[in-house]
């Protein structure tokens, strides 16, 4: 590789939770120093980019993406003492943090949304969206028919006016108005500091909806049964998002050079993204798309049956080419399965039942890919779903009890929604990270988080899997060091890219060439299925299963079996 690539060419990413990762302190929540005491674990794990979900002053009504004070940490993780210890002890065993900045809200409990509330004539007024609603006969109706992300009209009225505030997400995170030049250096200040204090970067939340419609006129596509409009289009990727980035990159992110990845979430192409992350003229270096996150039918699928929930292999494919087609001679990009936003991975493509070879397989297509991988916390180990009884198990996550209500005004009963919640809610990859078989599965002396997945006490922790030679840790770990080496990183940035059998409907393989040709394998089915392979192997790097089935230029690939192999 050229000596002048960026740190992130040969990095391995790793998403930390901090609510549910470790207890230092006993109270019963994750926290910064229990993320201090796991520094060596990730050392030893072979990743070197840490972004941590939002660790800054919080009502926690969004966990955290509710932000109350951006220059103070959150007194349940900690304190700046200990952020400044985290940033020293990660840095001393070469981990960079970047840290989670959400910019497109504050919590309605931050200063300037409360001044905006208390003086209308104030400057922090002019950092939200305040219009007023429309009084038809003696009814007060919010200005316009947008729905936002977590089921509910986007409009919070603000009592005892007719004045209502924006929020795409829930009431308690107020948008703030990023075409007011103040607004924004307020936060170009908030960035410095953090900078200044250390941190590699920043993982711009929701950064796709910086800038909304204007007019905010009503939306005309079809309305849910409230009126509501799910028009994303009215607050996602718009135009004026680039020019924010670019100024943000200007006065911030190109002076201190910073490392910066962006959430644009599902409504955004390869080709628009590119605006925001080509190596050239983008602002920031990557950004996150939910494209591969959702191939499996669950989304949305509470009237199905488990019978039509499986993972469209085809689909995965086309995704993930889409995205590699328009980014590798262009741009620098993230791999993830998952993140605190998405049910377990392991649950989604992967099998309970095979959770050791599937767990492995998925590790491997991910590793491997074009881009900068990103685990998330816990599936080293194969963690899976909550297997929550009730809806209510579900509540620490506004956005999942919002789509609760929704869903019982509708008429679903609750065995109903638990079904699907099980299959969608991100409140699946926040139970407790499971350390080892002891009380609470060594997260912490209390549980005042999420419940656990008791599965900690069958081997899904990393104590007993470190033990096994033949665990999921023990693969992750090995295919990480293989995925950092440099000749190996170098195929697999640089080589060119191709799917094999593309129209295999069970297996999603890929080979790079290169100097050598490296090749991925991986069966995505708990059954047999066969795989024709005409290339010479020369090395069998890794594999899941104790021997190979090959005959006649044909693979029998049983549940989940995964290769990576040079040829
Ligand atoms: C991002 C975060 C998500 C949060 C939302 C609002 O999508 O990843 O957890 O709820 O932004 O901040």
New binding site residues.
């Given amino acids: 590789m050229e000596n002048n690539a960026p740190f992130w060419n040969d990095s391995v990413g790793y998403i930390i939770y901090p609510e549910t990762f470790c207890d230092g302190n006993g109270d019963g929540v994750g926290d910064i120093p229990g993320i201090v005491s796991k520094l060596d674990y990730l050392k030893e794990l072979g990743v070197n980019l840490l972004w941590i979900c939002p660790l800054f002053a919080s009502p926690m009504d969004?966990n955290g993406?509710d932000v109350s004070d951006y220059y103070k940490i959150n007194p349940l993780y900690g304190t700046e003492e200990d952020f400044k210890k985290l940033l020293e002890e990660a840095h001393k065993r070469g981990l960079r943090i970047v840290v989670d900045f959400?910019l497109?809200?504050t919590s309605d409990e931050h200063p300037w949304f409360q001044k905006a509330l208390s003086d209308p004539s104030s400057p922090e007024r002019g950092y939200y969206f305040f219009r007023k609603g429309v009084r038809q006969g003696d009814q007060l109706l919010p200005p316009n028919n947008w729905k936002g992300f977590f089921s509910t009209s986007v409009w919070e009225n603000v009592e005892g006016t007719d004045d209502f505030y924006m929020h795409i997400?829930s009431k308690k995170?107020p948008d703030v108005d990023w075409s007011n030049p103040e607004l924004r250096q307020r936060y170009y200040e908030i960035a410095r500091h953090y900078l200044d204090m250390g941190v590699d970067g920043f993982r711009l939340?929701?950064l796709a909806h910086l800038a909304k419609d204007l007019s905010f006129a009503s939306s005309s596509l079809p309305a849910d049964e409230n009126g509501l409009v799910y028009d994303t289009s009215r607050f996602s990727n718009r135009p004026e998002v680039l020019d924010y980035l670019l100024e943000f990159k200007k006065e911030v992110l190109a002076p201190k050079h910073a490392f910066s990845i962006g959430?644009v979430g599902g409504g955004v192409s390869p080709e628009e993204a590119l605006r925001y992350c080509d190596r050239q003229s983008g602002p920031i270096n990557m950004v996150f798309n939910f494209d591969t996150a959702w191939c499996n039918g669950a989304y949305g699928s509470i009237d199905k049956n488990d019978e039509e929930i499986f993972t469209d292999v085809l689909e995965l494919k086309r995704n993930f080419m889409r995205w590699y087609d328009a980014c590798h001679e262009k741009a620098d990009m993230p791999l993830y399965w998952c993140?605190?936003?998405h049910p377990r991975v392991l649950s989604q493509y992967g099998s309970t039942k095979y959770r050791n070879e599937s767990a492995k397989a998925l590790a491997t297509i991910l590793l491997f890919f074009y881009g900068t991988p990103f685990i998330y916390n816990g599936d080293e180990i194969g963690m899976s779903n909550a297997e929550y009884a009730k809806p209510e198990d579900f509540f620490r996550d506004v956005?999942t009890k919002n789509e609760v209500l929704s869903l019982r005004a509708r008429g679903y009963s609750d065995a109903q929604i638990t079904h699907y919640l099980c299959r969608t809610s991100r409140a699946n990859a926040r139970t407790p990270m499971q350390w080892n078989h002891e009380e609470n599965a060594g997260f912490g002396k209390k549980i005042a988080v999420n419940a656990l997945n008791e599965n900690y006490k069958e081997g899904v922790n990393v104590l007993d899997q470190m033990k096994d030679p033949w665990s999921i840790i023990n693969f992750f770990q090995y295919a990480i060091l293989k995925r950092r080496e440099p000749e190996i990183n170098d195929i697999v940035l640089h080589g060119k890219l191709h799917i094999l059998d593309f129209n295999h409907p069970d297996v999603l393989a890929y080979m790079h060439e290169g100097k050598e040709n490296l090749v991925v394998i991986a069966s995505l089915r708990p059954y047999e299925t066969y795989f024709s392979f005409y290339h010479m192997i020369r090395d069998v790097v890794l594999h899941n299963y104790g021997d190979v089935l090959l005959k006649d230029h044909v693979f029998t690939l049983r549940p989940f079996e995964c290769f990576l192999l040079k040829v």
């Fill in positions: 969004d993406y959400v497109n809200h997400f995170m939340d929701a959430e993140n605190h936003d956005s």
